[in-house]
């Protein structure tokens, strides 16, 4: 069992920054891949992005590619989310989530391992 828990988030105002933390506990051997999914009200929960842990190949949804960047530390057992250019449709609880078997997809019923979320708001 892996223990996920994020950091980070808080109210920007359009066009600003935000960086994302997620730090890893427990049983992180077992990663094969991590990601970000985000929740809006009343929506269902969108895949964000996701790195591959071990060769750190990386995917985004089209809404947000070019933007945000994920990336991780290996040796901190962190996946970060930093987020560019944020608009207010960006605006979501944030969840990081792990997976232990391959391959790397977008389907949260995929993943195994959840964090709490942080939220981010986008507003001015």
């Known amino acids: 069992q892996v223990q996920l828990v994020e950091s980070g988030g808080g109210l920007v105002p359009p066009g600003g920054s935000l960086r994302l933390s997620c730090a890893a506990s427990?049983?992180?051997?077992?990663?094969?891949?991590m990601a970000w999914f985000r929740q809006a009200p009343g929506k269902e929960r969108e895949f964000v992005a996701a790195?591959?842990?071990?060769?750190?190949?990386?995917s985004y949804a089209d809404s947000v590619k070019g933007r945000f960047t994920i990336s991780r530390e290996n040796a901190k057992n962190t996946v970060y989310l930093q987020m560019n250019s944020l608009k207010p449709e960006d605006t979501a609880v944030y969840y990081c989530?792990?997976?232990?078997?391959?391959?790397?997809?977008?389907?949260?019923?995929?993943?195994?391992?959840w964090g709490q979320g942080t939220q981010v708001t986008v507003s001015s």
């Open positions: 989530a792990q997976k232990i078997t391959t391959p790397t997809t977008r389907n949260a019923d995929d993943y195994n391992s």
């Open positions: 427990g049983r992180t051997d077992t990663t094969y891949a």
């Open positions: 790195i591959r842990w071990s060769f750190g190949f990386t």
